[in-house]
């Protein structure tokens, strides 16, 4: 599976678009790109995923470039309780047929007043 | 529906004791699986299964052990703790094997402290 990279913390003010960015300069035709958050304490949580197009669903937008080596999560207006580790994953749909999601380190996003 | 459980959710463990922490699924999941997270590391997988019988190794399963007698259960064994085994344990889920549009639903975890 494609090693992703993300910068390590952000911030975003409330009620701001958070914009979460993610490099996957390696990723190959047949590997999704899924997010993941985990909350203070929590299990991660899932967000969205996508292979080539723009995916929406009620959390987050997913922009996923033309090249596909990177990809953004977009949530369109931030809460305090957005404020969370977001995970950027690749994952090859035919690794195996087995759901074994590789976690790296993430993006540390504070959402402030 | 309760999703996935965990239990129990705080363990106190000297070296060399034994300990299963349990997980329950009620979403007729296939597949199961077990991660770790360190603190300021990410999520590493230790033992997965594909179904009722079936279990493989992940990336660090030494000192843990798995079966997988039902869908719904999936424990984890640890049979002589380690001070290195430490750590937060999630168990997750997901429908299908092979699906790819099958998200990881996960468990709030059980923290382990080995003295």
């Known amino acids: 599976d494609a090693k992703t990279t993300q910068p390590p913390s952000m911030d975003c003010a409330e009620g701001r678009a958070a914009n979460l960015p993610c490099n996957h300069s390696?990723?190959?035709?047949?590997?999704?790109v899924y997010w993941y958050r985990q909350i203070h304490s929590q299990g991660p949580q899932y967000i969205i995923h996508?292979?080539?197009n723009n995916e929406t669903n009620e959390m987050a937008s997913l922009i996923i470039t033309e090249d596909r080596k990177s990809s953004t999560l977009i949530l369109p207006h931030a809460t305090l309780r957005d404020t969370a580790v977001y995970y950027c994953i690749v994952r090859d749909s035919f690794s195996g047929g087995y759901n074994k999601l590789i976690f790296g380190a993430g993006t540390r996003l504070a959402v402030h007043p | 529906n309760a999703g996935v459980t965990q239990t129990p959710k705080f363990q106190v463990l000297k070296t060399g004791q034994s300990m299963t922490l349990q997980c329950a699924q009620d979403?007729?999941?296939?597949?199961m699986s077990w991660y770790r997270q360190d603190p300021g590391m990410g999520l590493r997988l230790i033992h997965y299964?594909?179904?009722?019988?079936?279990?493989d190794q992940g990336e660090v399963p030494n000192g843990y052990n798995v079966s997988r007698s039902t869908t719904e259960d999936f424990p984890l064994r640890l049979l002589s703790a380690a001070p290195s085994q430490t750590s937060v344990y999630f168990c997750?889920?997901?429908?299908?094997?092979?699906?790819?549009?099958?998200?990881?639903?996960f468990g709030n975890g059980t923290r382990l402290t080995v003295t």
């Open positions: 299964s594909v179904g009722a019988g079936i279990t």
């Open positions: 979403m007729n999941h296939e597949y």
């Open positions: 996508g292979l080539k």
């Open positions: 997750a889920s997901s429908l299908r094997q092979g699906e790819i549009k099958s998200p990881l639903h």
């Open positions: 390696t990723i190959s035709g047949n590997e999704y």
